[in-house]
Every structure is written in C-alpha cells, then in structure tokens.
C-alpha cells in the first residue's frame, strides 16, 4: 500500500477492494434517487448554511460513486478531494438516513477505507487540523 | 472525548513478543483524534515493533488495519476474515474498544496499545485536559458549568477545602482552586445562591458496570430476549 506522504496510487489495490463490495455498492449507489431527503438528517448539512458538499448523498456519490465510475483508476488529487468530502465534512455519525433505505454510513466508512488503503486518512476538523509538518 | 496515550514501547514489546504474527487494530474515533491510536500511529507502532523485536533476535511479523470505531460491532465484521492469520490482536483504541475487540476474538489473545486516561476537550493539537469523570450525576447546572468531580483533587461537592493558596490547589499548586473557579463564574451570571446548594454525599458503592437502553429502544430489545 502506498505509505503516508506517498504520491503514488495503489490502482490493483483500489480494485480488489472495490470488487469486493461490488454488488451490494453498486446496488446502493444506484438505487439514490437523488431526492436529496437524506440531507436534512445530516447536522453538518443543516450547521454549514446547507451546503450541497455536506448532503449524505452528494458525499457517497462523488467519493464511492466516483471510483466505482472509474474502476479505481483515480489520481492521487483526487484521492485527497475524497478525503475532505470523507472526513471533513462528514463525522460518520451514522445519523444521516436514507428514505428508500441505503445504508449511507456504510458507503462513507467503505470509502473511507478505500482512502486508507492508499496511505490517506482524515483531517479532523474539531482536532484544529493534522499536527505541523505532516499532512492530514 | 476519550483521551488516551500510547503505553512505553518496551511495555507493549513485552505483551506481544511471544507472538509470531501480531495485527495492530487502530480506531477513527477518538483515539485518532487525540493522535493516539489512528492509521499513523498504527504505522509508527508496526515499525518500531519490528526493528525493536528484530534487534532482540524476535521472529516478529505486524501488520495495521484502522476500523472506523472499536466500540461499535458491525465496524468490526470487516475484521472477521483478516484477523484470521495473526497469533494476537494489538489495539489502539480505548479500553472500550480493547475489551469489544477481545469479545468478538475471544480466541485470540488481544492486548492494550493504549492506557485510556480520561474524557476530556481538545485544548489544541496534543494538548488535552481532563473535564469529565462520567460519575452518572451531573451537577454541573449549580457549578457554573465547571465540575468538582473532575477539577477538583479531591473532589469536593459542597465548596473548598480550606487549603487553597493564591487560588491555588493544594494538592497540586500548578492547578487552580475548582472552587474559587466554580466562585467567581457564579458570581459573574448572579447565581451564587446555587453555591449554598448542598449536595449530598455520592454514592460510590456501586461499581457495578454500567448498562443504558433509551427507554424508547427497551421494547425492541425485550422482545429479542423473549
């Protein structure tokens, strides 16, 4: 797996991984009906003036969504754009819930793993940020 | 949030070195937050374990896999299948976590990474102080928001000891007086009378570990057990 500060995309990897939950995330991914009901359960969605970014749905679409779309062949940028809409500005509280049932904190901690996996974890916000000189 | 830190190196080194394959667990929650347990310090522990146990002539293999939370179950089942191989579990998160993980493992061994010190705040990055002792009888609506269980040595209910100097802690004199704290925030929103307030002494007997079901899930769980 590509290390921490590592620029490098571990592509075989991302696939294995998204293979591995295929079914039931594709399954997911295409049942939204981008009704947008989930985004009022999202405390961050209502607190941050109800910014589309912070929808449950916008974030599992353009992070888990996004790499099913390109079958994991994502570049590190992109990797790290994930990674605000996956820890910055989602707390996985597992409040967010979805009218016709999908199971959205599940997608958000699949892709966050998928994220890890590639040596990227979250900035934290309510930890004021990754300690000097590291990133994240 | 739950604060923790990382045990001295040579003390893990002790509880894993008999093992062969060691996975290090860590944990996205608090323990990542507090720069204690999270996918980092997961990488700093593997390498330092292995060059440390390598040194000593130890056939020592780790490997590090981060769960979003160590206290919840279904972010453990991704778990399942990769524990498998591994001789002993090393986790990062709290002791919460620690004990949640050895339930589910109960085969294998799983050691503390960690020693959970306390629930605290977040003062800035690395620096966090105690504020919470979970006792279950918040009295902090006639403490101005300031606890005497948590920020008071000895933990005082109805005021100071009497041996303060300068507002300062006797027991510990780089700490100040909760007292004269809890004194001075009442004065400043005109609530002293809540500080005439008694509190009857706690109850310390019961040790027993703690179980909460929201009154509004207890049916769905009475029913399990029938």
Redesign the interface.
Known sequence: MPGRGSKSVDTDQIKALLKKNKRSMKLRLAACAGCTLCAESCFLFRKKGKDPQYMPSYKVLNTLGRLYRKNGKVSRAELERMRDLLWKNCMLCERCYCAIGVDLPKMIAFARRILRSQGIEGIYPHSLGAPEGEDG | MIIATRKQLEVIKEMVKGYRKVLNVGC?GCT????AG???EI?DLCTQLTVSLKGDQIVFESAGF?V??QCEP??LE?LDEIVKPYDALLSMGCGAGVQFLAERYPNKPVFPALDTVFIGV?K???WYEERCKSCGDCVLGLTGGICPNAMCAKGLLNGPCGGPQDDRCEVDNEVSCAWVKIYERLKAQGRLGDIMKVQPAREWQDQVQGTLVLEAYRDRYAKKEK
């Open positions: 996205g990542s937050v507090c720069l999270g996918q980092k990488d981060t979003e939370r279904h972010f991704e977040n800035n990055i690395g």
